[in-house]
Nanobody, 112 residues
Framework: EVQLVESGGGLVQPGGSLRLSCAASGFTFSTSSMGWVRQAPGKGLEWVSAIRSSGGRTSYADSVKGRFTISRDNGKNTLYLEMNSLKPEDTAVYYC?????WGQGTQVTVSS
């Protein structure tokens, strides 16, 4: 059974930072491309970032480029999203995905 468990969300002030983690199991993580998507209150899903299996190629939505960094540790079956210079518009539930399954999400709230 595929499991994707996100953690690391919380309340942070504008300009602050958070690091999200996603613990993966039930599939071959090291050969899977992975990504993060988010859903803001009252809005649809927005793709945030993706990373190839080796970690050598990454991509980002324009809205987060230069502020977010996706990475992975294939030895730990874990995906990360480092988020810096957070803005109120980054407030959303963040989901980890292997583009087949999704986690339960972790809430990120950016507010003063």
């Amino acid at each position: 059974e595929v499991q994707l468990v996100e953690s690391g969300g919380g309340l942070v002030q504008p300009g602050g930072s958070l690091r999200l983690s996603c613990a993966a199991s039930g599939f071959t993580f090291s050969t899977s491309s992975m990504g993060w998507v988010r859903q803001a209150p009252g809005k649809g899903l927005e793709w945030v970032s993706a990373i190839r299996s080796s970690g050598g190629r990454t991509s980002y939505a324009d809205s987060v480029k230069g502020r977010f960094t996706i990475s992975r540790d294939n030895g730990k079956n874990t995906l990360y999203l480092e988020m810096n210079s957070l803005k109120p518009e980054d407030t959303a539930v963040y989901y980890c995905t292997n583009f087949v399954s999704w986690g339960q999400g972790t809430q990120v709230t950016v507010s003063s």
